[in-house]
């Protein structure tokens, strides 16, 4: 009779078992560290700004957004404060130009309009 071969490593419990409150096997339910309360994700201003403003530019604040969350849970701390200022800047960036360019169709429309002759 042979002998059974032992599981592959991480696969079955330590000696001892977990520790409490570990959620098993250090995948779902595994506690995390705590690092506080995330920063803002910007995610309401990106999607204004896209729909009200600069689609492009709204676009990439969605994504940079998106990103703030999923670095923050990942343990990428650093990472999700940049993508939370990317956002912002982003959202800014995307007002901006549309402000720009209801100011320049505005003075467009206004010299137009006291240049042309009845």
Request: with cysteine.
């Amino acid at each position: 009779m042979s002998a059974i071969p032992p599981p592959p490593n991480g696969s079955y419990p330590p000696p001892g078992g977990f520790p409490p409150g570990n959620g098993g096997y250090g995948g779902f339910g595994a506690m995390q560290p705590n690092y506080g309360t995330p920063p803002n994700n910007y995610l309401v201003w990106a999607i204004l700004t896209t729909i009200l403003c600069c689609l492009p530019f709204g676009i990439v604040s969605i994504i940079k957004a998106a990103e703030v969350n999923s670095k923050w849970a990942g343990g990428d701390i650093t990472g999700a404060y940049a993508s939370s200022a990317a956002a912002k800047k982003w959202a800014i960036v995307s007002a901006g130009v549309s402000a720009g360019v209801i100011a320049i169709y505005f003075l467009f429309g206004v010299t137009m309009g006291v240049n042309s002759s009845f």
